[in-house]
């Protein structure tokens, strides 16, 4: 799913420390850089077939043609999350060794820095968050800390080691992640080439997600981007195209995924 991100007007991109909440996540990409530098706890992303366990001074990057999904979470986890627009990207990835940055998916970066790198760096981004009000000053930092990130990432020589998931299990994933109609465990079995009880075990193992929670995370995301602010569709109308059997059924998960139950939402968004 392509998300988009409310940038404040004047400011280049955003800075903020992420707080591990218990709330759903949802596989998606944008159209800006994104980087991830964890300060503690742990977690994991499943990033294009392949899934990365992330610990304290793990920095991820994220580019525009990237789709990810942050996985399970420690109760502890928190991360720093900047994200900088392609016009600000394109300004300062001119020179070797910034002008990878500037493309839509050169590959996978995902290292441990060394803690007086990442130290230097949370400074540097918590800076950052007080200088908001303030778009000429907030900007040109932005810039330098993109450019510190990145040259903190080709320093390290280390690597975090990631693992293929399984062929059935990505290609499950893919067909989930593409469902226009409802389709159960065992039909999903037979199109990813395995039984159904095989894939659900091994997908659990390679994602630490179950199959039914990762579906129904993917529904959800698809009821959320249909639903809107609820003044084009019904949130019936919007649960049913979203892959959901039944009403009920979308209730149950809704409140279970969410907090709250839909009419809840509802009044919310409205």
Known sequence: MKETINVPTGLDGAVWLYHYNGYVHFSHRHEELEVNLVAQGSASYMLDGKRYMLARNTQI???????HLLLDCSPDYEMWILVFKASLVKDYSRDEPY???????????????????????????????????????????????????????????????????????????RLIHDEKEPVGIEELGALAGLSASRLSRLFKEQTGVSLVDYRNKQRLNRFLSLYGQGRRVSMMDAALSAGFGSYPQFHRIFKQMMGCGPAEYRRRVH
């Open 61 to 67: 990057w994220f580019f525009p043609e990237q789709e």
């Open 99 to 173: 002008r990878v940055l500037k493309e839509d998916d050169p590959g996978h970066f995902c290292k441990p820095l060394a803690e007086h790198q990442s130290a230097r760096l949370r400074r540097q981004f918590d800076e950052l968050q007080d200088v908001k009000s303030d778009p000429a000053r907030f900007n040109s930092g932005l810039a330098y800390a993109m450019m510190s990130a990145w040259h903190a990432q080709c320093a390290e020589e280390r690597i975090t080691p990631s693992f293929d998931l399984h062929p059935a299990v990505e290609r499950a994933a």
